[in-house]
């Protein structure tokens, strides 16, 4: 079974990490995006084959099969984030 990752941010870094995670990573599958632009999950819908989109982070960690997150937000919002959980790998420093 492949791990679930789900996806925070899915602008110009997010959608590189997004293709690294979807196509080059052998056993991990990225199952959902979160954006507050419609335009980003579109082409992650497009892109990736992501069914499971969302503009709220929240409503998108209710998911109860999510394994890891992967946060490719502004830095300032890094922290918050991350202490939600579930597991997560950030592109930049978490500084509370």
Same mark, same amino acid.
């Not at 995006?33 to 497009?46: D, F, G, K, Q």
């Not at 709220?56 to 999510?66: G, N, T």
């Not at 597991?87 to 978490?94: I, P, S, W």
């Given at each position: 079974?492949?791990?679930?990752?789900?996806?925070?941010?899915?602008?110009?870094?997010?959608?590189?990490?997004a293709?690294?995670? !979807?196509?080059?990573?052998?056993?991990?599958?990225?199952?959902?995006?979160?954006?507050?632009?419609?335009?980003?999950?579109?082409?992650?819908?497009?892109?990736?084959?992501?069914?499971d989109?969302?503009t709220?982070y929240?409503?998108?960690?209710?998911?109860a099969?999510?394994?890891?997150?992967?946060?490719?937000?502004?830095s300032?919002?890094?922290?918050?984030?991350? !202490?939600?959980?579930?597991?997560?790998?950030?592109?930049?420093?978490?500084?509370?």
């Amino acid at each position: 079974m492949a791990n679930q990752d789900r996806h925070c941010g899915v602008g110009a870094a997010g959608s590189v990490h997004a293709a690294n995670l !979807a196509f080059r990573i052998p056993g991990v599958k990225l199952a959902s995006a979160c954006s507050p632009v419609e335009t980003e999950l579109a082409r992650a819908r497009e892109q990736f084959g992501i069914a499971d989109t969302y503009t709220d982070y929240d409503e998108m960690l209710q998911k109860a099969d999510i394994d890891a997150v992967a946060i490719v937000t502004p830095s300032v919002m890094h922290f918050e984030q991350i !202490a939600k959980g579930p597991h997560g790998l950030c592109d930049h420093a978490v500084l509370p």
